[in-house]
């Protein structure tokens, strides 16, 4: 059980949170949000995670990992049980922004866990991506009352797993906890992929609406959204093999192409293809950065810690940027991800090195 704990813990955590993700918008959209107040809401979410993940993946570096998951995902399990309780937009914003912030507690040491004990990635991400489908298809099957209370549950029974199923893992550097080299060695990889994800998630921040104006309903929400995660996992354990700084290349010049795609969509059948190819950018990209900054750094919980908290960096970028491009419609949301991803891909070819680079 101990061997296979680290994926049924990366699985199910990524699952639960994963529900309540893709319904957050539409939910806010029934409260009366526009679309500028949903992007704030995703952004809230994602500046909590941001915070958190850059000081629990630095702390992680410095005591017993297994410590780090289980209060962070009990803390998750936690907060996402309290969205049952808001009434209205404020207590919304409030149990995002506290989902945020204990969701960023833990995957950082995960990550660092699980490839201090093996050297492999692959698999390990491909689950993650696993669990994000599972729950994106739950997000669309299951009755909109019972979403937190099976989301929580599912944290729940991950929490038990984690303190049967891993072992404490001790880690104490020679180093002062307020350090900036991890950013300084690996500033362009950071960059570029916080480039191409402020283009991602400009498109995230409103893609269940867009998805509904398109024709889907709330099942095939979470079936589009579920494709994306389901084909990750497929690709990403296809390409352990392959060198990372090729995979990082591949994955954002793809991303480039697929953003723009999307502004060709004229119904949500049309979004399926791009999903699949927008799985192969992200396949590409995230197990590449991953297994570039465990490669070449021996502070890997902080060094993935850091890389995490470019998702929330990006995701309050973007949610700004989507209150500025939306009002120009859905093409314009799209084709501007697209350049700015194109700026992250010129970034990573061209920025010059530290010596993790």
């Known amino acids: 059980m101990m061997r296979r704990s680290p994926y049924f813990i990366q699985m199910m955590a990524n699952a639960g949170i994963m529900m309540t993700v893709v319904y957050i918008p539409l939910l806010a ?72 912030f204990c969701m960023g507690m ?65 880690v104490r550097l020679d180093q002062p906890f307020l350090d900036t080299r991890v950013i300084r060695h690996n500033w362009h990889l950071y960059l ?44 990403m354990n296809l390409l352990e093999r392959f060198d990372s700084r090729l995979l990082v290349q591949a994955g954002l010049a793809v991303s480039v192409v697929v953003f723009a795609a999307y502004a060709l969509a004229t119904s949500h059948w049309w979004v399926i293809p791009i999903q699949v190819a927008l799985a192969l950018s992200w396949g590409l990209l995230y197990l590449g950065a991953m297994k570039r900054l465990m490669e070449r750094n021996p502070e890997r919980s902080t060094a993935a810690g850091t890389f995490q908290s470019m998702f929330g960096l990006s995701a309050v970028s973007g949610a700004l940027l989507t209150g500025v491009t939306g009002a120009f419609g859905y093409a314009a949301v799209v084709l501007v991800a697209a350049g700015i991803a194109l700026a992250g891909t010129v970034v990573f070819l061209y920025a010059p090195r530290g010596h993790a680079g």
């Open 192 to 235: 570029s992929f916080y480039l191409r994800h402020t283009g991602a998630f400009s498109i995230w921040a409103i893609f269940p609406v867009f998805l509904a104006d398109l024709g889907a309903s709330r099942f095939w929400v979470g079936f589009v959204y579920a494709l994306n995660p389901f084909s990750q996992a497929v690709f």
């Open 106 to 170: 833990f995957p950082a040491a995960l990550v660092a866990y699980y490839y201090d004990r093996t050297q492999r990635l692959g698999r390990f991400t491909g689950f993650g991506s696993l669990g994000w489908g599972i729950g994106a298809l739950a997000s669309g099957a299951a009755a909109a009352s019972w979403l937190f209370p099976i989301a929580a549950i599912l944290l729940g029974l991950t929490a038990v797993v984690a303190v049967v199923g891993l072992k404490s893992q001790h």
């Open 29 to 100: 959209r029934d409260m009366g949000a526009s679309k500028p107040q949903i992007g704030l809401l995703v952004g809230t979410f994602q500046a909590a995670a941001l915070l958190s993940n850059l000081l629990f993946g630095r702390w992680a570096d410095f005591g017993d990992r297994k410590k780090f998951v289980v209060a962070g995902v009990v803390a998750t399990g936690l907060a996402v049980a309290a969205h049952s309780l808001a009434r209205g937009l404020p207590g919304l914003f409030a149990v995002r922004a506290a989902t945020g």
